[in-house]
């Protein structure tokens, strides 16, 4: 279903419409929400169901109506909760919540009314916040299905903010929608099968990202990191018939003092090699190239926004899968930077790819910052649930803006502890390092490993196991698949750059 919003500083009166979406403050009614303007037939039964509490505006409820009013014959109230505890993340979920129901109306022509009540508690533009809600809450995967489910054939619907009160702006509008966009196309990756999605399939959606938006993109084979001594990343590739890919963006701006690289893993399907995974949920495993899929969906925007901060975007993709010529136990191999490295089990392989990408990126490019994304361990998911990236650092002064970015974003991150007595557990018997530590703190020690591969860069590792799909009660977050997590977080982080 194609979503186009458009933008009126116009009340919604001698406007006709198929449906009216508004925004209602919990046990505020319509007048301390903004709304007591509404024509009286258009409203009488929404303030009827407030005055009965048959709908008290609570967090992510919704309450459909049929009015009296000729020109708009559907209203769609939208619970935000209490006043005092408004923001804007709060918002961004409400209006998710009505994303979802989008196709229920049956309407093609649907408005929403922005007031100045719901900017007084945003801490983000109001219209960019309930659009990037709103298209995210629609998002559907339907690419690979047949349906005689009548919501599944409506093909466009479109969107109209009206704001009488200018509290937002047409560009902020459009802000929202390109921010919404690109987390879909994250998605979008994300829910590919292995079948169809291939780690030369990520390097053509790199192509054509950077070809849109006039960036530089280099797409390095195997035999040019054989050259390069990666060991690593091509050891992971070894039993698959795909060839590996390390991918590199390259955004620059006339006006930038300093470049961040932002690094995402990109296995497209993990078996977990010879230390082959349980079979139940491996099809789910076609989601640990999430982190390169923010990678994408952040770079596409950041593309857009052009700001003043040089951008190198890095995907290490390729298959992890058991054939003949597969990594084994007890292999070693060598390292970019050198080191190295004892195989101890060949299902912790995102560290593998993500330690010569990252080694190159800092060699290469010599950033002043480097954020990772990747669906690392099982265990991040044990420590933090669903609702939480878990975080690994060297510097607190990133580590911080890191934090601002998740808060403003709504992809929130939790910094673990990275006391050097974790990363004994990885030291080598017959190497330098190993890729697995012994026992518990299996996030820690992911990232800690990490850490020997970025020198002295200042860098933060995001581990989004549990934030990069299936991530239930957010209500601009799909019931099933792929979130997006990351991409807003990267564009927020970048676009509100301070030098480190």
């Given amino acids: 279903m194609k979503l186009t919003i458009e933008y009126s500083n116009k009340s919604i009166l001698n406007n006709k419409l198929d449906a009216l979406i508004v925004f209602i403050f919990e046990d505020l009614g319509l007048a301390g929400s903004g709304l007591n303007s509404l024509p009286y037939d258009l409203k009488n039964n929404l303030d009827t169901s407030i005055k009965l509490k048959v709908f008290t505006g609570k967090q992510n ?11 708009i014959p559907q209203i769609l109230a939208v ?14 979920r409400a209006a998710g919540t009505a994303g979802k129901i989008l196709n229920s109306l049956k309407a093609k022509n649907i408005g929403f009314s922005v007031t100045s009540h719901l900017q007084k508690v945003s801490n983000t533009d109001v219209g960019q916040v309930l659009v990037e809600g709103l298209t995210l809450g629609s998002y559907k995967f339907n690419k690979y299905k047949e349906s005689n489910d009548e919501n599944l054939k409506l093909e466009s619907i479109k969107l109209k903010c009206f704001d009488p009160d200018n509290v937002t702006s047409r560009k902020a509008i459009k802000t929202g929608k390109m921010r919404a966009d690109s987390t879909n196309l994250a998605r979008n990756l994300g829910n590919m099968p292995a079948n169809d999605l291939k780690p030369k399939d990520l390097a053509s959606s790199a192509e054509k990202i950077a070809k849109q938006h006039k960036m530089n993109c280099t797409v390095l084979e195997e035999k ?3 050259k390069l001594g990666m060991e690593m990343l091509l050891g992971v590739s070894q039993g698959s018939r795909e060839p590996a890919k390390l991918i590199l963006m390259e955004y620059f701006h ?6 961040v690289a932002l690094v995402g ?4 399907f993990d078996s977990g090699g010879i230390s082959l995974k349980p079979g139940r949920n491996m099809d789910e495993m076609k989601f640990d190239m999430c982190g390169a899929a923010a990678v994408l969906g952040a770079m596409e925007i950041i593309g857009q926004i052009n700001p003043h901060v040089n951008v190198i975007g890095v995907i290490a993709a390729t298959e992890n899968l058991p054939g003949g010529d597969a990594q084994r136990p007890g292999d070693i191999v060598t390292a970019h930077n050198g080191k190295r490295v004892e195989i101890l089990n060949t299902d912790a392989e995102g560290r593998l790819i993500l330690g010569d990408a990252l080694s190159y990126v800092v060699n290469e490019f010599k950033p002043n910052a480097v954020i990772d994304l990747a669906t690392l361990t099982g265990a991040c998911i044990t420590a933090l649930g669903h609702y939480a990236c878990g975080a690994i650092t060297n510097s607190n002064k990133l580590m911080e803006q890191v934090r601002k970015a998740a808060n403003l974003s709504g992809d929130r991150v939790w910094q673990l502890p990275c006391f050097p007595e974790y990363g004994e557990s990885i030291k080598g018997k017959y190497g330098d390092l190993q890729n697995i530590g012994v026992g518990d703190s299996g996030t820690i020690i992911g990232g800690m490993f990490l850490e020997h591969f970025v020198d002295k860069t200042p860098w933060v590792h995001l581990d989004i196991a549990g934030t990069a799909w299936n991530v239930k009660h957010i209500g601009y977050q799909p019931n099933s698949g792929a979130t997006g997590f ?4 990267l564009v927020d982080l970048v676009q509100n750059w301070e030098p480190i």
Avoid: D, H
């Fill in 61 to 71: 409820k919704c309450l459909q109506l049929f009015s009296a009013y000729a020109n």
């Fill in 79 to 92: 619970g935000v909760g209490k006043k005092n505890e408004m923001n804007s993340e709060s918002l961004r």
């Fill in 224 to 226: 040019q990191m054989k």
């Fill in 254 to 259: 006339q006006k930038a003092k300093q470049t």
């Fill in 265 to 268: 893993k990109g296995v497209t």
């Fill in 486 to 489: 990351g991409v807003r977080l």
